[in-house]
């Protein structure tokens, strides 16, 4: 998985979304419920809001810039599961 892709899914799953505000375009994801491919051991659905994510993904730059304006999503500050080794 992709680390923008994997800084998408943890924004999502923290309950927040990030949208770049130099992207003039998002797209709207309706709310549902879907079975994950590995993590859940009962096999049951999760339940997802609706959320909005920019077609376009997340530069380093534009990362950093984040990192540094919300400390709370330092990657120590971060669950372990949100945050890869390197």
């Not at 992709?2 to 994801?29: D, K, Q």
């Not at 309706?30 to 809001?49: F, R, W």
Request: hydrophobic share 40%; proline share 5%.
């Amino acid at each position: 998985m992709s680390s923008s892709i994997l800084w998408y899914v943890s924004l999502i799953v923290g309950g927040l979304c990030l949208t770049n505000p130099l992207s003039a375009e998002t797209v709207h994801v309706k709310k549902g419920s879907y079975i994950p491919l590995y993590g859940a051991k009962d096999g049951s659905e999760i339940h997802v809001e609706a959320f909005s994510i920019d077609k376009t993904p997340v530069t380093n730059k534009e990362f950093l810039e984040f990192v540094q304006a919300h400390p709370a999503w330092r990657r120590s500050k971060v669950k372990r599961i949100f945050a890869e080794d390197s």
